[in-house]
């Protein structure tokens, strides 16, 4: 009876929220789908970068939404689990989202298809495939932030600028082993024959919470000049605390983007613990840029504390940089259709439009076109120095060339 | 009730074999097949069928695993890895031979089969938590070479892309589409399942279960016979493999993982071992479950919490409230929905009478 029951009871429910959305339709909202991940296997980041969005789109909103439309993002958690993934991405588009921020490399493999079909834009920002960054090839898939390439050139020549010279240099690239660990690893081939440095792979296999003998490796017998870490998850909290264990100077140690947030420091025994070590971003850090103020100033406004989730500024400012992105393709979008009917194609050349839009720092200096769904792909590296996060370079991008070899030869795979 | 059990006088074996001996039974499943076929699709958008579809891809992969767990009494935590050889094999058909979906289907399920009858091996020696070990240690060695063996998984991101299914230049692609493609695979397990189970296959895998060494003393060859089950197990778990594949249009093995073989062993415990009409339900239930209490918070959470924190407890609450569920239907009929569904026709059946 129970069983039934409450089945019936979940149908009626559903019934009834489903029956609300059209009267709301009429107003011109433009939605948008967020998949988020707050309980899944990288919960740490979803926690703090869905929060980040939402009060991007809440600020927008605040000041009367783009050309009046108000925008409304439908937020789903998805465990960090495929199916439930895709039952939200059906979701989202039976509400008419015309844009969808994917959270996931599982998901966006999996509905690259559905969301290419579909005609709606899906964006990828510092995860997923990186040969999605060539726009012909995958025209509603936005990488919109650096990929794991553009990221592995970019620690390539972080490393090449703190040892001088690369030639002869022993580098150790420590990974999660998993598809998206293992993504970088023929660029990061590539460049050492092009740079002639030693290079080494060192898997660290899932959960990566043990990872004492790969470090040993790196640090006694290899004698690593230089260290890349790409981990996800509890993983670059342990490495750093291996490292640091076994006395090797964090500051030539530099992480990808997944292991460059103040979570990760803390969870590794703080910033005394993680002095010097090198962190990948592709968003702005810390709490000083024009865009967070206002939010601030929002919830003053409302008699409110800014969030908590504020503080942990390299996923919250994430959560803007990708809003402030998606919201600057729909604006783009409205320029063609202002009365607020605008199509998933209208966002995607919308996307494609982007340029010259920094949000006083916080987003890099990118430059979406019809080709370079990436947008360049620019990261700075913040460093771990006196208890906080500081800036070391500007954004950058590196071997840009390389990257665009190694898109041409996946293209030429595929067909 | 409006129909009577008496007076159903079997006259032949065929008679008492039929899968379905009660008047009533055969039209009960032919109203549903009407409904499946028919009204469902014209009535339900995109989204339920969405719905719906996850589910049957479900259906066929608890089928199996029920085949192994529930009617031969042997655990596999390694249903996860053989889902993805069904959908590595398929998918390297389809690209590199560009075979189409009728021969990838089964040629994936096949190679499933192989492999599973490989990792079953050790349940010739041994049972129970021993045989999950072993079979656990199945899904690692396969995930590690679908991983690191680029010639399976087509490249390090080990992730193959399929062109959608084409029947007659037809191409399955929408999920209206997708809805019909899955509903006949769904038929042909169920209907597969059940005259499996009635055959002497079937009924060698259930004194298997019972009691091997009782099964070994009247004739049955044990080593055949389980091996048999996580062979044909494996199959469906292959052919979920390929049908998930083909309904996302990529292979990708992180859709296989070992939290996969847990959801699907959760699915049979739930709908009920050894009972083809527990795996479908187990499959609705796991499957469908964590969206209606998802739909549940949004409707009513506004009422207690505001917008901002409830964002962030509906998927926290959603676990929470999903595990409990579970737990209570467990506690109130440990063996399963199928068991509490029947108790509810038992009572039917002879209502108004108490007996």
Known sequence: ?415 | MIHRECGVLKTSYEADMALYPLPIARWAVGAIAAVMFAVLPLALGEYYLSLINLVSIAVVGALGLNLLVGYTGQISVGHGAFMSVGAYTAANLAVRLHAPFWIALPLGGLMAAVIGALVGIPSLRIKGLYLAIATLAGQFIIEWLINHVTWISGGVQASIEVPRPRLFGFEIASQRAMYFFLLVCVVLAIVAALNLLRSRIGRAFVAIRDHDIAAEIIGIDIFRYKLIAFAISSFYAGVTGVLYTYYLGVANYEQFQITVSIDYLAMIIIGGLGSVLGSIFGAIFVTLLPILIRYAMEAFGGLLFSPAALLNIIPNLRLIAFGVLIMVFLVVEPEGLNRLWRNIRNYFRVWPFAY
């Not at chain 1, 948008?32 to 909103?61: F, K, S």
């Not at chain 1, 043990?210 to 000049?225: K, P």
């Open chain 1, 1 to 415: 009876m129970n069983g039934r029951f409450v089945i019936v009871l979940g149908l009626v429910v559903a019934a009834a929220v489903l029956a609300f959305p059209p009267a709301a339709a009429a107003s011109h909202e433009i939605v948008i789908g967020l998949q988020c991940d707050r309980t899944g296997a990288t919960q740490v980041v979803g926690v703090n970068l869905c929060p980040g969005y939402h009060d991007y789109v809440g600020l927008v909103n605040s000041k009367g939404g783009l050309n009046g439309h108000k925008i409304r993002v439908i937020e789903i958690d998805h465990e960090y689990k495929v199916p439930q993934g895709v039952e939200a991405y059906e979701r989202h588009k039976k509400e008419g989202a015309v844009l969808i921020s994917l959270y996931g490399t599982p998901h966006t493999y999996a509905l690259t298809q559905k969301l290419t079909e579909d005609r709606i834009p899906g964006t990828s920002p510092g995860f997923g495939r990186a040969d999605a960054a060539d726009g012909t090839r995958y025209p509603y898939i936005f990488p919109i932030a650096a990929t794991y390439w553009s990221q592995a050139t970019a620690a390539v020549k972080f490393a090449g600028d703190q040892l001088k010279s690369l030639r002869g240099k022993k580098i150790a690239y420590l990974f999660y082993d998993n598809p998206a660990g293992r993504e970088p690893i023929p660029v990061l081939e590539e460049l050492a024959k092009r740079e002639e440095f030693q290079l080494r792979l060192f898997a660290v296999p899932p959960p990566g919470v043990e990872m004492g003998a790969q470090i040993l490796d790196i640090a006694q017998r290899y004698h690593a000049d230089f260290v890349i870490a790409h981990l996800f998850g509890r993983s670059p909290s342990v490495s750093i605390k291996e490292l640091r264990r076994i006395g090797y100077p964090l500051r030539k140690v530099v992480s990808f983007v997944w292991g460059a947030a103040e979570a990760d420091i803390e969870a590794a025994g703080g910033y005394g613990v993680a002095e010097g070590y090198n962190c990948l971003e592709f968003a702005g850090v810390g709490e000083n840029y024009p865009v967070l103020n206002e939010i601030r100033e929002m919830y003053k406004k409302e008699g409110k504390e800014p969030p908590k989730e504020m503080a942990s500024t390299v996923y919250y400012n994430r959560g803007v940089l990708i809003a402030a992105i998606h919201v600057e393709a729909i604006r783009n979008a409205l320029k063609a259709k202002p009365d607020g009917r605008i199509t998933g194609e209208d966002v995607k050349n919308g996307f494609e439009r982007i340029k010259g839009f920094t949000l006083g720092g916080l987003v890099p200096p990118l430059e979406i076109t019809p080709t370079d769904h990436e947008g360049g792909g620019w990261v700075q590296v913040w460093q771990v120095r006196g208890g906080k996060l500081v800036r070391e370079t500007d954004w950058f991008k590196a071997y840009p060339e390389v990257i665009q070899a190694e898109l041409k030869q996946a293209a030429m795979k595929k067909s």
